[in-house]
């Protein structure tokens, strides 16, 4: 059974700093692309960033294009998010995602067959 686990939310300041964690298990990750999505509350699911597992291509919303970096440890099955200059528009449940295969990064959150649970991040003062 395939799980993805997040973990490294919380609360920051704006200007802040945070790193995401997803930890895979029960699929062959090295044929996986992952995404992170986020929701704020009343608004649709939207594409964060996404990175190949081979090759490590990565692609990101222009929203948070310079201030978030998606990275990857394949010998560890997890995907990261590190987030910086963090906003209050930034506020939203972070989730991390898997396509059943090593394909173009996708902005659309029905190419992701896996999920996970989510993580919350608040920027506020």
């Given amino acids: 059974q395939v799980q993805l686990v997040e973990s490294g939310g919380g609360?920051?300041?704006p200007g802040g700093s945070l790193r995401l964690s997803c930890a895979a298990s029960g699929r062959t990750f090295s044929s996986s692309t992952m995404g992170w999505f986020r929701q704020a509350p009343g608004k649709e699911r939207e594409f964060v960033a996404g990175i190949r597992w081979?090759?490590?291509?990565t692609?990101?919303?222009?929203?948070?294009?310079g201030r978030f970096a998606i990275s990857r440890d394949n010998a560890k099955n997890t995907v990261y998010l590190q987030m910086n200059s963090l906003k209050p528009e930034d506020t939203a449940v972070y989730y991390c995602a898997s396509?059943?295969?090593d394909s173009i990064i996708s902005w659309s959150a029905n190419t992701y067959d896996y999920w996970g649970q989510g993580t919350q991040?608040?920027?506020s003062s």
């Fill in 99 to 101: 396509r059943p295969t």
């Fill in 121 to 123: 991040v608040t920027v």
């Fill in 59 to 65: 692609d990101y919303a222009n929203s948070v294009k």
């Fill in 11 to 13: 609360l920051v300041q």
């Fill in 54 to 57: 081979r090759g490590g291509s």
